[in-house]
């Protein structure tokens, strides 16, 4: 029964007659007996869109006969043309397609179609959406804009009726993250699909390791001593830490949305606050600079003449050292 259903709508979807063009008012309703052809109904434009697709769907190309099918309701609206749309439709196995397709004739057929169409249009309803499902949204739909498979969703809050099998579902509202999830429909079900947006924070966790009672701070604001680890706006920042006699550390960052930095800080001791300089290490009475280097060093107390460096009271001799 389903099968001689779907024959019936290829069977008559290409002899129909009446329309209406798309910037005219609907014609006044007449008795199915007085409503002429479709091909005399259509402006001349229209018209030779409708005989390529008749000649199209002929020949067997129903892909190619419906966007001609389409190209003639966008010239002339004569609800019938959906009727012819549908066939193709259904012909490619796009059954949601052709669903709505008929649904459509059937609202805007009004006089054009008599008491036998409309039966038939709905036995035929019936037969496709038995191959088809609906996808029902719940959740706060305000504002968001939905796809199936890239298909605008016109209306949220109603059923959207689907082909069976898996569907790409997705989700958009300005100043939210997007949500796309799989669903597969049921032969003649409700598939519930929850919409679940979370709020875009724009938002990064930065992680400081300094020493046990270094100060630190991020963009003036004082966040902790020792170590920290939190949420922080994304974009720009400015790290600082502290200690007494020790030189401050500073660094710019810029961090992107949902990154995790760590900035390890180890302060050098800071000369002019009595500590021993930075670039200085002392160690079994040697003194030695940054890189692998040999240092002559004086048996007396005093001032290097070449560089200024303090020579100390060791034992001359070669010391060397790498960092």
Partial sequence: MRSKRLSALVCAALFFAGGRATAQPAPAAAPATAVPPLAETLDEASRREYEAAKA???????????????????????????????????????????????????????????????????????????????????????????????????????????????????????????????????????????????????????VISARKGDSIYIDGRSVGVGSYRGKVSSGGHLVRVTAPSFRPFQQEISLRDDETRTVPVVLDADAASGGIPGWVWVAGGVVVTGVAVGIIVAASPGVDKTDGVPVGSISPGYVFSRF
Wanted: neutral net charge.
């Fill in 56 to 206: 199209l769907y002929a020949m067997g190309d129903s892909k190619g006969a419906f966007y001609k099918f389409q190209a003639a309701y966008e010239l002339y609206a004569d609800p019938r043309l959906l009727w012819n749309m549908a066939t193709c439709a259904k012909n490619l196995h796009q059954y949601a397609e052709a669903v709505g397709l008929v649904r459509k004739y059937q609202k805007l057929g009004g006089g054009l179609l008599s008491e036998q169409d409309r039966k038939e249009a709905g036995e035929v309803e019936r037969a496709l959406a038995s191959l088809t499902t609906s996808l029902v949204f719940r959740g706060d739909l305000a504002g968001v804009e939905i796809t199936v498979d890239d298909k605008p969703v016109e209306q949220t809050g109603a059923p959207f009726v689907a082909d069976l099998g898996p569907h790409r579902v997705t989700a958009r509202k300005p100043g939210f993250r997007e949500m796309t999830v799989s669903v597969s429909g049921r032969p003649l079900g409700e598939v519930v699909v929850p919409i679940t947006l979370v709020r875009e924070l724009h938002e990064a966790t930065l």
